[in-house]
């Protein structure tokens, strides 16, 4: 009972928190996006000609699109602290579940999911791709998780699952997640 307990803290404190409170200021931080995946798509009938033997190294896009529609699956399940299920998840939840069905295995919380993979510049993100958020002003810690499911012209769309709207799609180029970026990382 005494480690469910700490395990219930350690949760706690490390969830995905997507609160707005505070005061918001006016001056937004920018963040311009050059979209990675047109090197890669350059001529459409070629990319569908290459083998994987042949095609340069820019992750497994194939395996990308594939955790992205496991997620999208959850689209409008709602919010739920822990959860990983469709009655709720959170944004680790989200990401843990949807990469796990295709024999990825992450950490359960955001904060550790954050060490794995290589990190990378926001302008050479890619489908697949996770970027990671500190939501709460009051703390320094990452507590949020995307994935990115869409670069095109220099926006950047990622799924997640956020306390007010659960799973959904967002844009980077919003304001209160623009602001709370912190990073990006390669898991493919």
Do not use: Q
Not at 49 to 65: C, L
Not at 90 to 110: M, N, Q
Not at 141 to 159: A, P, W
């Amino acid at each position: 009972m005494r480690r469910l307990s700490y395990f219930l803290l350690f949760i706690a404190i490390t969830s995905c928190g997507t609160g707005k409170k505070g005061k918001l200021t006016s001056k937004e931080r920018k963040i311009s996006v050059a979209a990675a995946d047109n090197a890669r798509r350059g001529n459409e009938k070629k990319v569908e000609k290459e083998t994987a033997a042949t095609r340069p190294s820019y992750g497994d896009p194939t395996k990308a699109d594939g955790i992205i529609n496991t997620a999208l699956t959850f689209s409008g399940v709602r919010y739920k602290f822990g959860g990983t299920t469709r009655k709720g998840m959170d944004c680790s939840g989200l990401l843990y579940v949807s990469f796990a069905e295709h024999d990825i295995k992450l950490p359960r919380t955001s904060i550790h999911m954050a060490e794995e993979g290589k990190k990378i510049r926001v302008k050479d993100v890619e489908k697949g791709d996770l970027l990671f958020f500190k939501t709460n002003r009051r703390s320094k810690r990452i507590n949020h998780v995307g994935m990115v499911v869409k670069v095109e012209n220099d926006e950047i769309k990622f799924i997640h699952a956020s306390t007010s709207r659960g799973v959904t799609v967002s844009s980077l180029r919003e304001g209160f997640w623009n602001r709370a970026f912190v990073k990006a990382t390669r898991i493919l």
